[in-house]
């Protein structure tokens, strides 16, 4: 599998023109075609759908496309330290993170990233699901959440921590509970079901009367607006907290979780430049002091 072939293929799913992409590369169509054709039969399967019209992604092509690439960056890398150059931090950076931490933490933040390293391209993706590192192809995952894959690597952005909160509205008419057995008698405001609260003092409390809900920004208008009362992590609720609209509920009983914020990525690849200088940044944003601790 040569080098040329697989700079090539991500031309093509670049710019979706074959002859365009032959030419970026000093190639003659039928040169690239013939490349393309070889490039499939090395690795068993097309990479590409082809009409007399267009050509395009297949599902096994889309699928590989994160490894040649990341193989060319790879590389490319290796060259530039080699030749004394040093690694330039550039291509497509493919990130993914929670939709509420992106908007509040990362996105105001990128203007200045762009502005050191004009040559890294970012693809981010929102969502407050769990990703998965290696089948999504992404480059970095920042999550709120415990390292269980060991496949991974992991840098600690961040400290973080979950508290109870409520609206005032809602205390006002329901009353404030004051040990975790009072939560029995009001509504709760879950994420995903999950209705099991634990505190420190050894109590594990179920949240019966409760909302549910899979989207973290939803959760806390919810709390805000009076539905009941819910855990969040402190990075999502610190502006309701400073403005007012949500109190701490139960400060003396505080929750066994201890969560902090960490940039994943994999562990069988050499760290690319582009990776590498995204972390160092975020490292930069959040300390000493996160602004949730601000």
Not at 15 to 31: E, F, I, K, Y
Not at 43 to 54: E, H, K, P, S
Not at 265 to 294: H, Q
Request: net charge neutral.
């Amino acid at each position: 599998m040569d080098i040329l072939s697989l700079q090539l293929f991500l031309r093509v799913a670049q710019t979706g023109v074959l002859s365009a992409a032959a030419r970026d590369l000093s190639l003659s169509p039928a040169s690239a075609s013939a490349r393309l054709s070889k490039l499939e039969q090395t690795i068993g399967f097309r990479l590409f759908n082809r009409t007399t019209r267009a050509i395009s992604l297949s599902t096994d092509g889309a699928e590989f496309l994160p490894y040649a690439r990341q193989t060319i960056e790879t590389l490319e890398a290796g060259l530039s330290v080699v030749s004394g150059q040093g690694a330039q931090a550039k291509g497509l950076l493919r990130m993914a993170m929670s939709g509420s931490f992106a908007r509040m933490y990362i996105i105001p933040t990128l203007s200045e990233f762009r502005t050191r390293y004009p040559q890294v391209d970012l693809d981010l993706r929102l969502s407050d699901e769990i990703h998965d590192v290696i089948e999504g192809g992404y480059d970095l995952i920042i999550r709120n959440a415990e390292l269980a894959d060991s496949s991974l690597m992991a840098r600690k952005l961040a400290t973080d921590r979950r508290i109870v909160l409520a609206a005032p509205s809602y205390l006002e008419k329901h009353g404030t509970p004051t040990t975790p057995e009072a939560l029995s008698n009001h509504q709760c405001v879950n994420f995903n079901d999950n209705n099991k609260w634990h505190f420190q003092n050894g109590q594990s409390i179920s949240t019966d009367r409760s909302l549910s809900v899979n989207d973290g920004e939803a959760m806390r208008t919810l709390i805000e607006n009076g539905f009941g009362i819910g855990i969040k992590s402190l990075w999502n609720a610190s502006h309701s907290l400073k403005s007012g609209k949500l109190i701490e509920v139960l400060p003396d009983y505080p929750l066994v979780a201890k969560p902090s914020i960490w940039a994943l990525y994999p562990g069988n690849r050499v760290i690319a430049p582009k990776v590498r200088v995204m972390i160092d940044f975020l490292v930069e944003c959040f300390s000493p002091v996160p602004p949730w601790e601000r």
